[in-house]
């Protein structure tokens, strides 16, 4: 489950890029989509950036986009327990960063240090989630056409 | 043009946090000095209560933290020479660049926003 660095694919061609400097040059039949990275901040249901972080992955992976990982940083990592058990009602946000891995393949990565500052571990983590250093994060910000950062 | 798909990515990390309050200065250090080696365009602006994370002798003694603003004063060392502190920040908040940690070039708020505006990524912290 420990991975030091995600391999790294070659950039995009330039007219995927979704800048308008670049748009005479794609085919008109080529769709324009873009890879994304997200870095995720603050731990669930304490905030709503765990929440507005996954409707923007869903969103974005609907429409046609690329999302390559989230990346788990500060409070963040606390997203990637599978001890969290909410009531029946509600949303279980560790389960549906798990089930965004298994239907579309994104990564859920969780930063090594700021994990072991609060207690989570590799025993403790949902299914499709890996520890990661923080090379994985930089990995991703250079190969991904947008970086996004959700969280204070 | 292949030059620049090939140059080395342009990343600003932005401290906007006091240093002992959150975490977020502290990870956020952590997370510059580990891009440090990688082969990176790296710029460290301070704005708002960032600025304090540079103030000269604090002593963190009774809060039971470790400090840690003169790592900021290292970053030098580690490669991380483009250090900036908005200048409107540090005046609201009575400081002057002799009270910081590093000689950080001070900015107007508009020339932050140009400098932004030429990263590839922006981390905010």
């Known amino acids: 489950m420990y991975c030091e660095y995600i391999p790294v694919s070659p950039l995009p061609a330039p007219c995927i890029r979704a800048s308008n400097d670049n748009k005479e040059k794609c085919p008109e039949t080529e769709k324009t989509t873009v890879r994304i990275g997200i870095l995720l901040k ?3 249901y304490n905030h709503q950036a765990s929440d507005t972080a996954y409707k923007f992955a869903e ?10 990982a989230v990346f788990l940083y500060n409070d963040g990592v606390i997203n990637a327990t599978r001890l ?20 579309h393949g994104v990564e859920i990565l969780a930063c090594i240090a700021a994990s072991k ?11 499709g989630s ?22 204070d | 043009m292949e030059k620049t798909e090939t140059a080395r990515k342009k990343v600003l990390h932005v401290m906007r946090h006091a240093p002992h309050g959150t975490v977020y200065t502290y990870e956020g250090l952590e997370m510059i000095l580990m891009m440090a080696a990688f082969e990176l365009d790296l710029t460290v602006v301070f704005i708002g209560d960032g600025v304090y994370a540079l103030k000269k002798e604090q ?11 003169k790592t900021f004063g290292a970053l030098r060392d580690y490669d991380v020479e483009k250090l900036y502190v908005d200048r409107v920040s540090l005046e609201e908040r009575g400081l002057a660049p002799d009270d910081l940690v590093i000689g950080a070039q001070v900015l107007e708020s508009r020339e932050i926003g140009k400098l932004m505006d030429g990263q590839d990524v922006i981390i905010h912290h």
């Open chain 2, 59 to 69: 002593d963190t003694g009774g809060i039971g933290i470790k400090g840690y603003a």
């Open chain 1, 84 to 103: 969290m058990d909410p009531p029946r009602d509600d949303r279980n946000i560790a389960a549906r960063w798990s089930e965004l891995n298994n239907r």
């Open chain 1, 59 to 68: 969103a974005a992976i609907r429409k046609g986009h690329t999302v390559e």
């Open chain 1, 117 to 127: 500052r609060r207690g989570i571990s590799e025993d403790i983590m949902i299914k």
């Open chain 1, 130 to 151: 890996a520890i990661c250093g923080l090379g994985a994060l930089t990995e991703l910000a250079v190969r991904c056409d947008r970086l996004l950062t959700f969280g």
């Open chain 1, 42 to 44: 603050q731990g669930p």
